[in-house]
């Protein structure tokens, strides 16, 4: 069964970086798509970038040239490094494992999910 394990987080000034690390302490038979999403106080949880099971990246667009997300091909693990930080980037991130290739811009019920860890971008 499928763990999810979340590290990183915390608290950084806009401009800066952050880099968020996932994996698998459970068993990990399958390779799954994995990816990022993330939630702020009142909104529901949104996508932020994922891999697909071929490796392909995928970013939404408000993160597109800032972020950049990669994924160990051989285990069920997956990075997110943040650059360039802006307050609406402060929510809560969740990393995400699947077996299909199909990411809805909102959260849907399915696959596995870590705990979450909070990013805050504020001066």
Known sequence: QVQLVESGGGLVQPGGSL?????????????????????????KRELVAFVSRAGSSNYRDFVKGRFTISRDGAKNSVSLYMNNLKPEDTAIYYCHAKKGDTWPLVASRGGYWGQGTQVTVSS
């Open 19 to 43: 880099s968020l690390s996932c994996a698998d302490s459970g068993s990990g038979d399958s390779i799954y798509a994995m990816g990022w999403y993330r939630q702020s106080p009142g909104n």
